[in-house]
Each structure stands twice: as C-alpha cells, then as structure tokens.
C-alpha cells in the first residue's frame, strides 16, 4: 500500500502541471453568481483531469465548478486529513480516501463523512461494486464513508525472454500452470536457479514482498480479525505467507531488492528478476520504469494461489465530509465519477482497474489486451483475479505492520538476519505501532 | 599579554586571544524611566516575539503537553493523560536506545573527521595561494546544495548493484560493498554525506578565526625556530580555541538533530533507517513515531529526550568553557 503511494507519487508533478494549465477549464460555463464550486482533495495521480472528467461533468452541470488540490505522496496527504479531521474544518466538498487508512477512518471519523448506505440509491450503489471493496469501506454499524475508486487485483508478471533462455515454457498458460500454489511458484523459482542457460546474475523474484503482499491476503484474515483489532500471530495470512516468502529469502531466491528503491527501479531495465507481484496497477510502473524499449519483454500469469482466493493490492475510495457547504452537490458528484461509466473510462484511458464489478465484466474491461505486454488479455487476468478476493476485514495499522514485516524479509534476503530473528524483529516493530 | 614580552620558552603556552574575563564588573541597570522612553524599541522587536511565540515557544510547550497524553495523530488534542509513563516507556525501548547508540556512532563518524579535514583545510587555505577566493568560495558549495540533492547522489554512489563506489573497489580487486544494509557501512556512508557537506562551512569559520591570530605571533615562533608545523600546533591551535569549542557544540546539535540524510538514504522513502533500523537516528525515529505510526505522544516524547539531550551536550560545553577560561584568568 505504501507502495500504492509511491506509484501515484510518480505521476504527482505532472499532475500539479496539468491542473496549473487546465485548472479553470469549465469556469466559462456561466457567470450568473450561483455557480457553485466542488473541491476535491486527492493525493497522487486519481486521472479524472486528464481523463476529462471534471471537463465533462461541468458541461453536463453548468452550474458546478469543479477545482482540486492535489498532494503527491498520499502519506502526507493523510497526515494532513488527520489534522484536519481533529480540527472538524479546513476539508475539501470531497476528500480522496486510500485502502491505508480506510479502516482508520471507517473506525474513528465515520461521523464526519456523508454514510452512502443511507442514501436513496445504497442498493444500486452496493451491487454495482465487489462486496470486499464496498465491504472494506463500512463500518460496524454499516455505514459506508467512501465510494471505491479503483482496485489492485493481483496477477504474476514474468519476463518472457528470461524464462526462455532459462528453458521455461513463456506462454502464459503454460506459466500460470506451472503454479498453481505458493509451493509450486518457489519450485519453480528453484528450477530457475538451477537453470545451467539462466542469464547470470538474474534472480527469480525482485524481492520478497513479491510473494509476501499477495500471499498475506489471501488467507481468511490479513492483520485483522473481524472487529478491525490487529492479529498477526494468529492470522493464517501472515503465518503462510512468512512461511513462504521468508524460504524465497532464505533460499536465494530474490534479487535481495527493497520495493521502490533506486536500485530496485534502475534493475527493471538491467532485467536482474524474472517475475514480480502484479497489481493492476504494477503494469503502468514496469511501463514507466523501462519505456518503449520494454515492450514485448513481460507478460502475465495468473497469480499462485488465486484458485484458493485473490490479492488485491492498493486501491482509493472518494468521502464527502459531512460538514461541507455543498454536501448534495458533492454527494452527486462523488456517485458519478464513480460509477461504472467512468470507471470503464478510466481503466480505459488511464489504467486504473475498476472496484465495480459491473464495469469491470463490461466488454471493454473484459476484452481488454495489452500490446506492451505481449498481448496479455489485461481484463480477463485482473477480472477474474478481483473476483477470486474474498472478504477479509483491514485494520488502521495494515499499512505499517506490512512495511515491518516488508523490512524484517529484506533482512533475511541480505542474509543478516535469520527467518526467526528477522520474525521477532517485525513482532517488536509492530507492536511499536499498535501499542 | 603578548608573546613578545615572554621569554622564549614559554612560547607553547596557549595566549591569544583572551578569553572574555569571566567575572565582568556588575553593569548598573537602568529601570523605571527608559521603559517608556524606549516604547518604539520594544514595538520594533515584538514582531519577532510574536512569532517566535506562535512558531517556537508555543509548539514548544505544546510538544511537552502532548507528551504527557497518549495521543494520536488525527486527535492530538485530546488523548488520555499518562504522566510520565511516555517517557518511562521510553528508557526501556529498545528502538529508543538504538537510535541513540547510532546518532552517537554517526556523529563520532561525522563530526570527528569533519572538524579535523576543516581545520586543515583552513590552515591551507589561509596561506598566500594564487586564487585563493575562488577555493574559499568552492568550499561552501556542499553547504549551499540541498540535503535532499546530496544525499540521493550520494546514495546512488554508495547502491549496492549499480553504485559507482562498488564499481571502483571492484575494478582494484577489492569485493563489493552493501553499504545500506550493513550497520557500520551504512553509518560510515551518512557521516561521508554530513561530512562532505559541512566541512567547507566549518574551515571558513576556522580561517576567519585564524585572520584574527595576530601576526606577531608567528614572527616571534618562527624566530624561535618553530617549524611550520610546530606553529600550527602550538600558535594557531591554541589560540582557535574558542572557536573550536563553538564549532563541536554546533556540530553536535547538528548530530543529534540528523535527519534528512538517514531519511533518504534508504532511497524508498521508508523512516524505519535500514531494515534492521541500522541507520535510524533519534530524529528519524521520532518521525517514525509521529508520522508513520501516528504515535504523537510517543514522537512528542522523543523529541523532548533529545531536547534534553542537546541541553546536556551545550550544558558541559560551557561548562568546558568555564572552567577553561577560570584556569586561564587563574594562570595570568
């Protein structure tokens, strides 16, 4: 999730820019003095500017002007909300919520945002989405504080050429097949390493998060049991997926790099890992990452495990605070930049996979391929892998306690530190951020 | 008392300048009427009270109410009262006393050779060279570059995979270097990036004190016989004291408040300082605590640890001062 952030915080500066360009778009639509202005405030890169949507809205609304305010890196954003939240003023008509502190918020500010399970259309809502996505943004009593944005289904991305030269089939079948389980994706990463023909210096995976993100979602709790308390001894998430990607560490298996470094980012283009985790949202960094040069190299798999459950990864909900001056107007505005229509537009135009699974199973979505990744049936992969998640509750804390477990596996992988030791040092992390 | 009235022998003897006499006469103070005749005075300084109230003492005193508050971060006025037991909590945390352990390891690291390279720097650069302004002036460039810029060069050297540091131990034969993740690699590579950067800054601070050294002084070594070197350590050394004495305090606060460089050093962005918390230094775990893992209470605790902390280091600082200029006043 922290990573989440990061990969928005790339597209941040372009952002800033098109908003100092195009800002006033859809200020000419009328200057009668009841024009009233929306705010919103987001972190990272949502796309609804450049996608055109405020553009749009605001021909179809003359009467709204829409403006926002854009954060790059979503961790300062919320640190901002939370002061603002504890101020109860100083919040945009729409706030951008991230699946990092969703839970926070659902838990401890739901009174503050407009609850869209009491609106007159919460059924429609409800069914248009995935109910873990409509599910993570509840709270106890059921309110819901957020319509879903996008999603982060997972998938297994793997260069082609390298599997090749390693003497793996490279159709993405024949990949998918080779790993059905966790068990078989390290038997397999075993099989590369083996490889007499393998490119020297090239590792199996890029790191272990690769095999801990996806794993530790894809048991029947994460870091959370249902009342949103954090569990991470007695979560059958954590203990599988530890079990795993501590061996991949311990075993050799990664290329012993820390997610979103710059040594991490500058070993795409020098081709030292063979696969890595994919959330949907993966696809527009690799492409960032390594440029025209790059297409044709990777394609996807389906991820280990997804038979038992799928992954998702990252992921943004957009909250109206109640306190705001034009609540109605935002609530309209909120339901419609996320319904299914223009959540098929921005996967469309901008890459970002739907939370609802009516615009995710329309033929757009559905039928979608991507060139750059050899052709790779994009929709139908990251469709069937945001169906396969299940519902597992979140806590306000899985952000961090993810980043302490990420660290301790780093450890192991560099070798300084043993999977027992490594795991004791994650425990007493996490309990500074629980305690 | 110069060294020309001295005999020759005692040439050694530490002089110049003299330290302010540190039991001045009591100045009479004057009250009652230039208090309305100095009215405009104090209007042209309450700006800078005003805000150094609203910007300083008050998130002053403020840091030291929340530290008494189980708070966080979206309710950092509320939170329930603790007393002490933040900072209780604290004595007996291991991230706490790691962090310690490496802002003291770093600052050793950094500020030892920092002053050193300085001082030498400042004996060269005193001497008559051909574009000597030109040199003077190069030295503050590392000073004048961000932190942010320096240390993201810096830690692209020091990569492990792709740095130009392992390339280079690898072209003479010498095996590959992890500096991040290792502990004393690591720390060695942050206090190469405050070294780099302040050096500059503390010599021309040295060379100024220096161009203050009277002339004679030197004359009357070099009839003496000193040699070079030997002026340096007993002319120029002894009467840089003081300014020696400033510049360890400065560098020390500078130690204990190391932040930027341990941030992003990590090059992810994560304030963790090394996966095994190799590098985090106490102001980068009371960011972690503050504004990871919106501990408020916990950071505000941190930070008033190393308030504390600081106050020790200025407090024998002067206290060094004093007694060093009571023995002096004692020897004259």
């Given at each position: 999730m922290t990573v989440r952030r990061r990969a928005r915080a790339a597209a941040g500066a372009t952002l800033a820019l098109a908003l100092l360009t195009t800002g006033c778009g859809g200020s000419d639509g009328g200057d009668d003095g009841d024009q009233i202005t929306l705010t919103l405030g987001l972190y990272g890169t949502f796309g609804y500017e450049e996608a055109g949507l405020y553009e749009e809205y605001m021909d179809l609304h003359p009467e709204i002007r829409i403006e926002q305010s854009v954060v790059a890196q979503s961790g300062p954003y919320y640190q901002a909300l939370q002061t603002r939240l504890a101020a109860g003023s100083g919040m945009a008509d729409i706030q951008g919520i991230e699946i990092g502190?969703?839970?926070?918020?659902?838990?401890?500010?739901?009174?503050?945002?407009?609850?869209?399970?009491?609106?007159?259309?919460?059924?429609?809502?409800?069914s248009s989405y995935y109910d873990w996505k409509w599910d993570q943004a509840s709270t106890d009593d059921g309110r819901v504080i957020g319509l879903g944005t996008?999603?982060?289904?997972?998938?297994?991305?793997?260069?082609?050429?390298?599997?090749?030269?390693?003497g793996l089939p490279t159709d993405p079948a024949a990949v998918s097949a080779l790993w059905p389980t966790w068990d078989d994706y390290l038997a397999t990463g075993q099989q590369y390493l083996a490889s007499p023909t393998r490119q020297e210096g090239?590792?199996?995976?890029?790191?272990?998060?690769?095999?801990?993100?996806?794993?530790?979602?894809?048991?029947?709790?994460?870091?959370?049991?249902?009342?949103?308390?954090?569990?991470?001894?007695?979560?059958?998430?954590?203990?599988?997926?530890?079990?795993?990607?501590?061996?991949?560490?311990?075993?050799?298996?990664?290329?012993?790099?820390?997610?979103?470094?710059?040594?991490?980012?500058?070993?795409?283009?020098?081709?030292?890992?063979?696969?890595?985790?994919?959330?949907?949202?993966?696809?527009?960094?690799?492409?960032?990452?390594?440029?025209?040069?790059?297409?044709?190299?990777?394609?996807?798999?389906?991820?280990?495990?997804?038979?038992?459950?799928?992954?998702?990864?990252?992921?943004?909900?957009?909250?109206?605070?109640?306190?705001?001056?034009?609540?109605?107007?935002?609530?309209?505005?909120?339901?419609?930049?996320?319904?299914?229509?223009?959540?098929?537009?921005?996967?469309?135009?901008?890459?970002?996979?739907?939370?609802?699974?009516?615009?995710?199973?329309?033929?757009?979505?559905?039928?979608?391929?991507?060139?750059?990744?050899?052709?790779?049936?994009?929709?139908?992969?990251?469709?069937?892998?945001?169906?396969?998640?299940?519902?597992?509750?979140?806590?306000?804390?899985?952000?961090?306690?993810?980043?302490?477990?990420?660290?301790?596996?780093?450890?192991?992988?560099?070798?300084?530190?043993?999977?027992?030791?490594?795991?004791?040092?994650?425990?007493?992390?996490?309990?500074?951020?629980?305690? | 008392m110069t060294l020309a009235d001295d005999s020759p022998r005692t040439v050694t003897a530490p002089a110049v300048p003299v330290p302010p006499d540190p039991t001045p006469p009591p100045v009479p103070r004057r009250r009652g009427p230039s208090l309305s005749r100095n009215r405009w005075g104090y209007a042209y300084v309450a700006p800078f009270f005003v805000v150094f109230g609203a910007f300083s003492l008050f998130p002053f005193l403020f840091t030291a109410w929340v530290s008494l508050h189980d708070a966080r971060l979206s309710d950092i006025g509320g939170g329930t009262f603790v007393g002490l037991d933040n900072y209780a909590a604290l004595l007996t945390n291991d991230f706490f006393w790691n962090a310690l352990r490496n802002t003291i390891t770093i600052g050793v690291l950094s500020t030892v050779p920092q002053l050193c390279l300085a001082l030498g720097l400042a004996h060269l650069l005193h001497y008559k060279l051909r574009g000597r302004t030109f040199f003077r002036t190069l030295m503050l460039v590392p000073y004048a570059t961000s932190i942010a810029a320096a240390t993201l060069v810096f830690a692209t050297l020091f990569g492990r995979d792709y740095g130009i540091i392992n390339t280079a131990l690898e072209a003479v034969g010498l095996d590959r270097i992890d500096w991040e993740?290792?502990?004393?690699?690591?720390?060695?590579?942050?206090?190469?990036?405050?070294?780099?950067?302040?050096?500059?800054?503390?010599?021309?601070?040295?060379?100024?004190?220096?161009?203050?050294?009277?002339?004679?002084?030197?004359?009357?070594?070099?009839?003496?016989?000193?040699?070079?070197?030997?002026?340096?350590?007993?002319?120029?050394?002894?009467?840089?004291?003081?300014?020696?004495?400033?510049?360890?305090?400065?560098?020390?606060?500078?130690?204990?408040?190391?932040?930027?460089?341990?941030?992003?050093?990590?090059?992810?962005?994560?304030?963790?300082?090394?996966?095994?918390?190799?590098?985090?230094?106490?102001?980068?775990?009371?960011?972690q605590q503050g504004w990871t893992n919106f501990n408020i209470g916990q950071a505000a605790t941190t930070a008033w640890a190393m308030f504390l902390i600081i106050l020790a280091v200025v407090g024998s600082a002067a206290l060094v001062g004093r007694y060093r200029a009571r023995r002096e006043g004692a020897r004259r």
């Open positions: 502190f969703v839970s926070d918020v659902a838990a401890n500010h739901a009174d503050a945002f407009v609850d869209f399970a009491a609106e007159d259309n919460a059924e429609e809502l409800e996008d999603a982060g289904p997972q998938a297994m991305c793997y260069r082609q050429d390298l599997f090749a030269q390693a090239s590792a199996f995976v890029d790191s272990p998060n690769s095999v801990f993100a996806p794993a530790v979602r894809q048991g029947d709790t994460t870091y959370a049991d249902e009342d949103g308390n954090p569990v991470v001894e007695d979560s059958d998430g954590v203990q599988s997926a530890w079990g795993l990607a501590s061996q991949a560490a311990g075993d050799g298996l990664t290329a012993r790099l820390a997610q979103f470094s710059d040594e991490w980012n500058a070993a795409f283009a020098n081709g030292a890992f063979a696969t890595i985790a994919c959330p949907s949202w993966m696809l527009s960094y690799i492409t960032s990452q390594l440029g025209d040069e790059g297409a044709g190299l990777w394609n996807i798999a389906t991820l280990p495990g997804q038979s038992e459950s799928g992954s998702t990864w990252g992921g943004s909900w957009l909250g109206v605070p109640s306190s705001g001056e034009h609540v109605e107007e935002a609530t309209a505005l909120a339901e419609w930049l996320t319904a299914p229509e223009q959540q098929v537009r921005m996967f469309t135009e901008q890459g970002f996979f739907p939370s609802s699974s009516v615009a995710a199973e329309s033929p757009e979505v559905a039928d979608a391929v991507s060139e750059y990744f050899s052709d790779a049936p994009i929709g139908q992969v990251f469709g069937e892998a945001a169906a396969a998640v299940r519902r597992t509750p979140i806590s306000p804390y899985d952000t961090q306690i993810q980043d302490a477990f990420s660290a301790a596996l780093t450890t192991v992988a560099d070798g300084s530190r043993d999977p027992d030791q490594a795991y004791a040092d994650a425990l007493a992390a996490i309990e500074q951020i629980t305690g | 993740s290792g502990t004393l690699s690591s720390q060695v590579a942050i206090a190469v990036i405050v070294t780099w950067r302040w050096t500059g800054y503390n010599a021309l601070i040295y060379l100024a004190a220096m161009q203050s050294i009277p002339g004679e002084l030197y004359e009357a070594a070099e009839m003496d016989g000193a040699s070079k070197w030997r002026q340096f350590l007993h002319v120029t050394i002894p009467s840089l004291r003081p300014t020696i004495l400033f510049t360890v305090v400065v560098s020390t606060i500078g130690a204990v408040q190391l932040f930027g460089e341990p941030l992003l050093f990590g090059g992810n962005g994560a304030t963790t300082g090394g996966a095994r918390n190799q590098y985090q230094t106490l102001g980068l775990l009371m960011y």
